[in-house]
């Protein structure tokens, strides 16, 4: 599966300059690469310009769900549509769309955990559906969101239900770079399968973020990678083979222990 990964600068609160932006290089993108599937990253719509969603953010997934839906038909693609802000029954979640080749919504997912850090609990709501495991091309993959990836009961869950990719939709500040990097290798050789991510790079209202998408396969090498700075395209074909091979060099699934875990 080849994939190409949007790490970019979000210009805030303006959905209708970045939405142009993301049909821009889609558009570019499919012509130069011909991905089967696109990664777009956090809250891209409006960014975390916190104050200013209650009028920026969708309402209930719109006009973001028509938007990717056209594309992923339009050009025959997947599309992990990262995540928007987006308003339902009178509350600001963080949403996640995913889309097949025929534009077909096969998964949505709102952020369960919202980053202290960055004032998001005092403006969103945290989703309250479990996540789960959806199908691309007959690939079974997950979806977190950034701060999630702290979590990684999450990214377990979703190995358990048999994915062989985890995308991560992040918007991951440079304070915590290091973190950002080394969690994710974590998540790809504790579960053995691959990470797929997608940062953002510039500023919003004092935070810079950290960039460095990446394409981790799931011995934990990183198989391509997104400069700390630059607003770029990360591309990478993955061999989904690796995963069956390295699950039996490691045995880790069947090594498992559960009773002996309490959580
Ligand atoms: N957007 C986020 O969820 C940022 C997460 C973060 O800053 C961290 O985990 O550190």
Redesign the pocket.
């Known amino acids: 599966m080849k994939y190409a990964v949007y790490q970019t600068e979000i210009v805030p609160a303006s959905p209708e300059v970045n939405r142009k932006n993301v049909s821009t290089w889609v558009t570019e993108i499919v012509q130069q690469n011909k991905p089967d599937t696109i990664v777009l990253p ?2 891209w719509n409006t960014g ?1 310009a916190l104050t200013e969603l209650d009028s920026a953010a969708d309402l209930n997934s719109q006009p973001t769900k028509s938007f990717l839906q056209d594309l992923a038909k339009t050009y025959s693609i997947n599309i992990i549509g990262g995540s928007i802000s987006n308003k339902k029954g009178g509350k600001i979640y963080n949403s996640s769309l995913v889309f097949n080749r025929n534009g077909e919504l096969v998964y949505q997912y709102d ?1 369960i ?3 202290p ?2 004032d ?1 609990h005092l403006y969103l709501a945290g989703g309250q559906k479990k996540v789960q495991v959806f199908e691309l091309d007959d690939v079974k993959m997950g979806l977190i ?6 979590f990684p009961e999450l990214a377990r869950m979703i190995a358990l239900e048999g994915a062989q990719v985890l995308h991560i939709v ?4 440079s ?2 770079k290091d ?2 990097r080394a969690l994710q290798i974590a998540r790809a050789i504790e579960n053995q399968f691959f990470v797929v991510s997608g940062n953002t790079v510039g500023s919003c209202n004092g935070t810079e973020y950290a960039g460095e998408s990446m394409v981790i396969d799931p011995w934990g090498t990183i198989v391509a990678a997104g400069s700390s700075k630059n607003a770029e395209t990360i591309t990478a074909s993955i061999d989904l083979s690796i995963v069956p091979k390295i699950r039996k060099e490691v045995p880790v699934f069947s090594s498992r222990v559960p009773e002996m875990y309490d959580f």
């Open positions: 956090e809250m975390y952020k955990h919202l980053v850090m960055l998001e969101i950034c701060y999630d990836l702290r992040a918007e991951w500040p304070a915590r973190h950002w």
